[in-house]
């Protein structure tokens, strides 16, 4: 089965409000990246995260490492935010591996 | 902002052809690595390298082959494409392993 699970598949929120996203994995990890992938097709990196909490503008994202789970928190939603996001768990000790979940497909609408 | 680049940015083979995808990245990272993106599978990595020389297996390296020629070039190999290769490459590079990965444009391969 799926090592790393996001949730929801997809998302459609009006601009102005906030929403989470859920990242769930059963492998053991130090790390979790979050991604956005614009509609372009471009891979923009968000957060990197050892287990704790970041903050960046209007996004936050938090790693659980006890519970293997981490939350990406999108607040006062903007059209731009509009794309999929993924998050990513090193599976590799230092070999940089990464395993990615399937992504959540975000719409931000007026 | 690490800047990878990767070339062609579109291609079309046909099955049994050669091709070979270009990534270079200009910030003097140490690990580079290619993947795939397909509808239903999210990113899979293909394989990656520590440096110069060195190449590592990934999760799904069956019919690709790839080389790192310096630190700053990677170049990924399908020998005998197939149609099951049709997808979309990203090439990334990262300082050390436990780092963050900065991904290149992609590029888009079509085998007929």
């Known amino acids: 089965g799926d090592q790393v699970k996001q949730s929801p598949s997809a998302l459609s929120l009006q601009e102005g409000t906030n929403s989470a996203l859920r990242c769930n994995f059963s492998i053991a990890t130090t790390t979790v990246q979050w991604f956005l992938q614009n509609p372009r097709g471009s891979l923009m990196n968000l957060f990197y995260l050892v287990p704790g909490t970041k903050e960046n503008g209007r996004l936050k994202s938090t790693f659980n490492s006890k519970e293997s789970y981490s939350t990406l928190h999108i607040r006062d939603a903007q059209l731009e935010d509009s794309g999929t996001y993924f998050c990513a768990v090193n599976t590799g000790a230092n070999t940089g591996k990464l395993t990615f979940g399937h992504g959540t497909i975000l719409r931000v609408h007026p | 902002e690490a800047a990878v680049t990767q070339s062609p940015r579109n291609k079309v083979t046909v099955t049994g052809g050669n091709v070979t995808l270009s990534c270079r990245q200009t910030n003097s990272h140490n690990y580079m690595y290619w993947y795939r993106q397909d509808t239903g599978h999210g990113l899979r990595l293909i394989h990656y390298?520590?440096?110069?020389?060195?190449?590592q297996i990934g999760d799904v390296p069956d019919g690709y082959k790839a080389t790192r020629t310096t630190q700053e070039d990677f170049f990924l190999l399908l020998e005998l494409a197939s149609p099951s290769q049709t997808s979309l490459y990203f090439c990334?590079?990262?300082?050390?392993?436990?780092?963050?990965?900065?991904f290149g444009p992609g590029t888009r391969l079509l085998v007929l």
């Open positions: 990334a590079s990262s300082d050390v392993g436990r780092d963050t990965q900065y």
């Open positions: 390298s520590y440096g110069a020389g060195n190449l």
